[in-house]
């Protein structure tokens, strides 16, 4: 059934497509939103007829809902067609105009080519996709920002904005490490509950970012000190988390000096940002919640205006 009625067909459809999930937003046009609908179909898992079956669906949701911008893993090599990267320092304009043409059974839409870059740092490559779309709308709704945000999820970014663009960025696997380490293997045998903040948390942050020892004597170490008595197991998973994630803010605090200095922006879901938000604290650095919808929602209409203004 169409839930349609009365669109004033000056917005868009914003379609956040990636690995595991399909999340596609109704946006006026006024930036607000007015629908979603989502699945647990991401592009690891379907094949190209899924994909255009589940485009197909969305068109017949919303037949009035104005252009389709999709961004995410379906712009990639496993997606429906690869779309460049769009290199750093890259603003909104740059993105939209790389924005690349496809139709999907019928269904036109304009696939976002994420960003790439150069780390100054080290010379390293890094790319990103998906995030952009959340960056440009915390931009949105924070025009006057420079400086570091981060983005804590399965593959966490620590990005730097300057003048509305992303200049630079780095990116730390330790949710998918976390995620893979307790789900199966040694470490999963003395891991009981789901991680949460409190003294085992702080203690793994505050070891990691000692750096007496590389990531893989400590987290065996994890082990050792639950097969001693040291740590329940009702406190490992904290315990692994907060190493995961202090290695990585160890990693942030050598790439960014300044790290602290000015409250970090952190985009995702509440409970993973209030882990990161607890370990920065740690280190004496504030940070502030930003709710992943509402500036992936923003994100869109930022890149739809961009494309009419084009």
Not at 184 to 193: D, N, T
Not at 292 to 305: P, T
Request: charged content about 20%; overall charge neutral; glycine content about 14%.
């Amino acid at each position: 059934m169409s839930r349609d009625d009365n669109f004033d067909g000056q917005g868009c459809i914003g379609v956040n497509w990636g690995s595991s999930n399909f999340r596609a937003y109704r946006i006026d046009g006024e930036g607000r939103l007015r629908d979603e609908f989502s699945r647990p179909a991401g592009v690891a898992s379907l094949k190209r007829p899924g994909m255009q079956a589940l485009m197909e669906e969305l068109a017949a949701l919303w037949p009035r809902g104005g252009p389709i911008y999709a961004s995410g893993m379906i712009g990639s090599n496993i997606g429906w067609v690869e779309v460049p990267y769009a290199p750093a320092p890259a603003d909104i304009a740059a993105v939209a105009q790389r924005a690349q043409a496809a139709s999907m059974g019928g269904v036109d839409l304009r696939i976002v080519p994420g960003i790439s870059c150069r780390r100054g740092f080290d010379g390293g490559p890094d790319i990103m996709r998906g995030e952009e779309i959340e960056l440009f709308g915390f931009a949105a709704l924070n025009p006057a920002w420079n400086g570091l945000v981060a983005l804590p999820g399965t593959h966490t970014k620590w990005v730097r904005f300057e003048a509305g663009c992303i200049t630079g960025f780095f990116t730390s696997m330790s949710g998918e490490i976390y995620d893979r380490l307790t789900a199966a293997g040694l470490l999963s045998s003395i891991v009981e509950g789901e991680a949460c903040d409190g003294p085992a948390f702080r203690d793994g942050v505050g070891t990691a970012l000692q750096r007496k020892l590389g990531m893989a004597a400590l987290l065996f170490g994890a082990r050792a000190r639950v097969i001693q008595g040291m740590l329940g197991k009702q406190e490992a998973a904290s315990y692994l988390r907060g190493l995961l994630i202090g290695s990585e803010l160890a990693d942030a605090r050598a790439i960014h000096p300044e790290l602290g200095r000015a409250p970090v922006p952190l985009i995702g879901s509440g409970p993973l940002c209030a882990l990161y938000a607890s370990a920065l604290s740690t280190i004496g650095a504030e940070s502030r919640f930003v709710d992943s919808r509402e500036a992936c929602v923003r994100g869109f209409s930022a890149l739809h205006a961009a494309r009419r203004l084009a």
